[in-house]
């Protein structure tokens, strides 16, 4: 068992930037972070390989947002510029994905972070 530790989110205007961070409870193998808006369904937002060789973004955050890991290879890091009002979600970190499963799709993944809300206003 896995546990997820997220932080970084927060309330911010459009344009500015957040960083979120995700520590794992122990050694892991590849992460992702999904996000959910009220009403809408847990979307893949990024995905990082185990050593951080490989990465995969959602189209909608790519050149805005950056994942990454720490030199430890286990904490995840969301870094969010740029942000819009759209953006606006509760964020999840996700780890234990099954081998050959699609890297940004929620049923993937085993565990799962709490959340942490990011706001955007406009």
């Known amino acids: 068992q896995v546990q997820l530790e997220e932080s970084g989110g927060g309330s911010v205007q459009t344009g500015g930037s957040l960083r979120l961070s995700c520590k794992p409870s122990t050694y892991t193998d590849d992460m992702a972070w999904f996000r959910q808006a009220p009403g809408k369904e847990r979307e893949g937002v990024a995905y990082?390989?185990?050593?951080?060789?490989?990465?995969d973004y959602a189209d909608s955050v790519r050149g805005r947002f950056t994942i990454s890991r720490d030199t430890d290879w286990n904490t995840a890091y969301l870094q969010m510029n740029s942000l819009k009002p759209e953006d606006t979600a509760m964020y999840y970190c996700?780890?234990?994905?099954?081998?050959?499963?699609?890297?940004?799709?929620?049923?993937?993944?085993?565990?799962w972070g709490q959340g942490t809300q990011v706001s955007v206003s406009s």
């Open positions: 990082i390989s185990t050593y951080g060789t490989t990465t």
């Open positions: 996700a780890a234990g994905r099954g081998s050959g499963f699609p890297r940004l799709k929620s049923t993937s993944y085993k565990f």
